[in-house]
């Protein structure tokens, strides 16, 4: 069935118009009419708008930018801001409703990237892991080479673990500032039609107010809960690698030690190492 489909320009103008509610499945028509399909409006995204799952956070980022940029645009219509302000009143909240903070697409990138990264160190860790259990490493040179491997990969282990903690350290920023925001403002502006705007300012018409007003708030709050969303994904993600890479760090350092077990000068000097380490606690 061929199917008519919203371009995304399309989607995201009618939705920052409010002349579409997002958390409503949209109505997909057969080109012959003969036919309609209900979908999501993330659905609808991923199966039309080539958005593909792994650029859904630049995406929805795109999407409050411009839906900033039209706020904003909206709200310098004084009967717009007029009621806006009486409503902050009600809350006692003068702040600002819109968020603007941008996450920048090169950090999607590394968060990507991150996760794309864990593949290929558990593939390193596998044939080392493999080599260590399929060699008995009596041969000197075998045995270099393969705690070289092994350093080479703890070494690995260690990049990784500090671009963890630098995004970590932005998504718990981003997601703070994110949870400053009142929510609960823009959901009772959500629940405002175009007619209490008129009555507040006492007149009987503003063409410049969109005529789902409370539709165009609505589809903010939802967007912003989306991207909040994401967030959770990605740090529920990088904890989960950061337990595997501990994992993986604890049990490679375990099988450089088997490897070289059997160099005596290699075990008297981790010896020496408890030794000393034990009378520096001492002195302390």
């Known amino acids: ?70 706020m904003s645009k909206l709200m310098m219509n004084s009967n717009v801001q007029k009621y806006i302000d009486n409503v902050k009143n009600e809350w006692d909240d003068l702040s600002d409703i819109l968020f603007k903070e941008i996450f920048s697409e090169e950090q999607v990138k590394l968060m990507e990237s991150l996760i794309e990264n864990i593949n290929e160190l558990c593939r390193t860790f596998k044939e080392i892991n493999t080599s260590v259990e399929s060699n008995n490493v009596t041969d000197v040179v075998e045995e270099e080479d393969l ?31 994110l949870n400053k925001l009142n929510t609960c403002l823009l959901l009772d502006l959500s629940m405002k039609n175009k007619q209490l705007y008129l009555e507040f300012n006492d007149i009987s018409e503003d063409k410049n107010i969109p005529e789902n007003i409370q539709n165009v708030f609505l589809n903010y709050l939802l967007i912003l809960n989306l991207i909040k969303k994401q967030i959770l994904y990605y740090k529920k993600t990088i904890k989960k690698v950061e337990e595997i890479i501990g994992n993986m760090n604890k049990h490679i350092v375990s099988r450089k030690m088997t490897i070289k077990s059997h160099d005596k000068l290699f075990m008297v000097q981790e010896q020496e190492k408890g030794i000393e380490s034990y009378l520096d606690n001492l002195s302390d």
């Open 1 to 70: 069935m061929s199917e008519s489909f919203l371009d995304l320009k399309i989607l995201v103008k009618e939705m920052i118009e409010g002349k579409i509610q997002i958390n409503k499945p949209l109505i997909i028509t057969s080109s012959d009419r003969t036919s309609t399909e209900e979908i999501s409006f993330l659905s609808h995204v991923l199966k039309y708008n080539n958005v593909k799952k792994d650029t859904m956070f630049v995406f929805l980022n795109e999407i409050l930018d411009v839906f900033n940029k039209q």
């Open 147 to 177: 705690v070289d491997r092994i350093n080479i990969f703890v070494k690995s282990l260690e990049e990784f673990n500090e671009n963890i903690e630098e995004i970590m350290n932005e998504l718990n920023r981003y997601e703070g500032n």
